[in-house]
Structures are given as C-alpha cells and as structure tokens.
C-alpha cells in the first residue's frame, strides 16, 4: 500500500525548464556556472522537505543549428556528479539524483563515483540511468552514430549488473579497521566480481567500501515497451511524461503490473512523473507567467527544440507552420518514446506545426499546470489518488523564482490536504522514500547455499 504522501522532486537547471527563463529579469543569467546559485535551490527544496534533487545531463551539445545554441542557456552546466558532490556538503536531508549515461561511461567508474557521492551525503544519491538519446554525443567518443535503440538497452542492462554487484564487493562490516589486532578488512568478506558479459569484462572488485544505502537508489524514465521493461525490473523511481491523467493511469498500472512479473512490490517502484506547473494568486497572474515567457523566445529556438524533441527527423524550417501535423513521422534512433508521445497528443488536439512547437516549448511533453496554488494542488492531488502518480518531479519554468512560489503558495495546500510531509522521516534518501536498503547480493546466496544444505 501507499503511504498517503506524494513524493516530491525537483529539476535544477540553469535558469528553468523553460527554454526562455533565462531572459527573465529575475532570473540570473549565469546560474548555470555558479555554485550558490544551485546551492541556494537545493537549500530552498530541502526548506519545504523536498525528497530530492535532480540534475538532468548530456555529455554533448545537444543542439544542431548554430542559430539554435546562440539563443539557448542549456550549454554552460556543471557535470550532475561534480556539482552535486559539491551540494552533499552544503545539505544535509534532500537526496541528490546524478544523471549518468550507460552508453558512454563505463561501470567501474560509475560505481566508484556514485559510491564516493553516497558516503560523501551519508546515504542521500541516486542514479538516474539514462541510455544516450542525442545525436551529438557519438562523435564525442570516436563514434559516427549512437547504437540502436535496442542495443543501447541491452547495454544498459548489463551495465547495471555489473554496477550493483561492484557496490556489493565488500560486505557492510567488511572494513573492521581494528588497531589493536592490526587487521582493516576482513577478507573474508570481500567479493571479485569476476564478470564476463557480451558488453563488460569487469574483474573487480571496487576499490571503496559498500554505499551506505546499500545501493543509491536508482531513476530511470522507461517509457517504450523495451524501456518500460527495463524500469519494471531495475528502477525505483521512474521519471516519465505523461501530459494527461488518463494516459498516466494506464502507465502506472501497466508499469506497476510489470513490475510484479519480476516478483517486486508496488511501494518499490515509484512513478514520479514531470510535472509543469505555473502558479499564480489569480488565474490571470499565472497565464500573465506565462505569456511573458512567450514573449522572450524566439523562433530559432522554437524550431530547434522541437526538432531535437522529434528526433531530427523533420527540418521544422521548410514547413508551413498553419498545417496539420501528420500522424507519423519517421522512427528516430533518439527518444523514440518523446516522438510518439508528442505525435499523439497533436492528433489527439488536432495541432498545427506551430501549435506542437509551442507546446514542446512549454512543457516538452509533460503534464503542465498554470493556475492558482488551489488548482495546482487539486490537479496533484486527483493524479496522486487516482494512481497516476506515486509523485511528481518539477519541472519549473523559471528559478529560483518559481520554487520560492510553489513553496509559498501551493506546499501549503498539498499539505492542508495531508498530501505532502513538512519534515524529514528518514536519514536516507532510500529511508525517505520509502524504499528498502538491498542485502548484499554475495551475501544473499551465501545464506541461500547455507540454507539450502541444512538437513530438513
């Protein structure tokens, strides 16, 4: 059963999820390179008792044109793992979420890493695993293209593997560190992966002792049939885009039935969709929010997003922007669950081209909410009890502006309905979630070999 409490995240980024926050007035144009910029939104969520914070990434430029970059404010960031080691010392309860790609990083190193960012947070990272989806990051490691779909997957999954049983290398109580004895681990309580795979060959083991979570809680966003599969069996929170409650519910009950087909219970999968809100006093002073920002882009930006949103399937330059979107376009090698999402909902709202690159440009595909704090919070509410969503992970279009409204004025109300917590439960971000520490995998089938050779 779920605990009658939505989870909470929050998206840091340079300037807001918006694509033309960073032209606000109030909104500082060089956030994305300053440390207490991000240390003050970190400290602003972990104020309202925020679950965690999330630091999307791509290790490329993910733009094509030129005219696109020089009107974007998405190419200045810190790497999530430096910046977030970084944060771990100026937090204490919010949990940390690192965005790490499986197609061009190796799983020793992100084993190592994530380990050295849990012990540094006590217990508070997560992993959002994340399979490359643009294009430009290939050639940045001696690659003409990105895998397929299917094999960036399949990678994925070993990756996985391989990680989780580097972090079980040394047991809890491995590193006795007795000086009287002069002994600092035990050996016997060490473990060599030894792994042999169609993608790794990892001896092991890990050179750090176990993460204090056991595992850093591990984010995905599977939303094709192959990712939602990948989700049911190895992620804990799922970030997805769901733009309306219905398709949300059908998500949530058909990742949750999934999930069970691995033998994993419904309170250890949690669907954390993206959420868009844009809160006023009035109605008319969040639609102002949002006109304004309308009134800051750009049609280079436009195009480009929404190009790059598609797959760079279709040079948004050349078409006649009052005509229908068809029903299909070709299949991308990139985020080929976006581009379906997207199609479905211009044929579902009979979208023109310049209506569908409006929309991206508001919400790439999330739900979006502009309203008063009683709406926001009525909307989270109906979707948290109508199991669409065991929480939500905003996606605010301008900070830290917009964080400061949604913790004045609509934490309040999600809490006058006992939807949201005004106090940390947990000292980890697993115990905060409600999500169970992992035994040692070594230790588990020692105890099961054990148990299997006793006399019945």
């Given amino acids: 059963m779920r605990l009658d409490e939505m989870k909470l995240g929050i998206m840091i980024l340079q300037a807001g999820c918006h694509e033309a ?29 925020f679950h965690f914070v999330f630091c999307a990434d791509s290790p490329s430029v993910t733009d094509e044109a030129n005219a696109t970059i020089a009107r974007r404010s998405r190419h200045d960031g810190f790497e999530p793992m430096t910046l977030l ?12 979420v690192a965005t790490a790609t499986t197609t061009y990083n190796q799983p020793y190193h992100i ?30 490691f001696g690659e003409k293209e990105l895998p397929n779909h299917t094999a960036r997957y399949a990678r994925a999954r070993e990756f996985v593997g391989v990680v989780k049983g580097l972090w079980d290398s040394w047991e809890d109580d491995a590193f006795v560190r007795d000086k009287r004895s002069g002994i600092f681990v035990d050996t016997n309580k060490l473990h060599t992966l030894n792994h042999e795979g169609a993608c790794f060959s990892v001896r092991g083991p890990l050179n750090t002792a176990r993460p204090p ?15 939602m599969t990948f989700a049911a069996e190895l992620g804990e929170v799922i970030f997805t885009a769901e733009p309306c409650r219905e398709n949300g519910k059908r998500y949530y009950a058909a990742l949750k039935e999934k999930a069970h087909t691995f033998g994993r219970e419904d309170n250890q999968v949690l669907v954390m969709p993206g959420l868009v809100p844009i809160v006023g006093r009035t109605k008319q002073e ?7 920002l309308h009134s800051y882009m750009h049609m280079d930006v436009l195009t480009g997003v ?26 991308t090698n990139l985020f080929q669950s976006r581009q379906k999402l997207l199609l479905e909902v211009a044929a579902r709202r009979k979208f023109t081209w310049r209506q569908l690159i409006s929309y991206i440009s508001d919400s790439s595909g ?28 905003l996606c605010l279009a301008t900070l830290p502006d917009g964080l400061k409204d949604f913790i004045e004025l609509v934490v309040p109300e999600l809490r006058r309905r006992g939807r949201f917590r005004s106090n940390y439960s947990g000292q980890t971000l697993r115990e905060n979630l409600g999500l169970k520490r992992p035994l040692n995998s070594f230790t588990q089938a020692s105890m099961a070999s054990a148990t299997a050779g006793r006399p019945s």
């Fill in 85 to 96: 080691s970084a944060l771990s010392s100026r937090t204490q309860h919010i949990g940390l």
């Fill in 111 to 140: 084993a190592r890493m994530l380990a050295s960012l849990d012990r540094l947070s006590r217990g508070r990272a997560a992993w959002n695993i994340v399979t490359s989806g643009y294009k430009f990051e290939a050639a940045n």
């Fill in 21 to 49: 926050a960073w032209r606000d007035p109030r909104v500082p144009a060089n956030g994305g390179v300053d440390i207490d910029y991000f240390a003050n939104l970190a400290a602003l969520a972990e104020s309202a008792a």
């Fill in 306 to 331: 929404a190009e790059r949103w598609l797959g760079f399937v279709k040079d948004l330059r050349s078409v006649d922007l009052d005509s229908l979107v068809p029903d299909s376009l070709p299949q």
């Fill in 286 to 292: 969040a639609l102002d929010k949002l006109e304004r």
């Fill in 213 to 227: 979570q056991g595992y850093p809680v591990l984010v995905q966003a599977g939303a094709s049939d192959i990712g």
């Fill in 366 to 393: 999330h739900m979006m909410v502009v309203g008063t704090p009683d709406e926001i919070a009525q909307n989270m509410v109906d979707t948290f009890d109508e199991h669409a969503a065991d929480g939500f992970n």
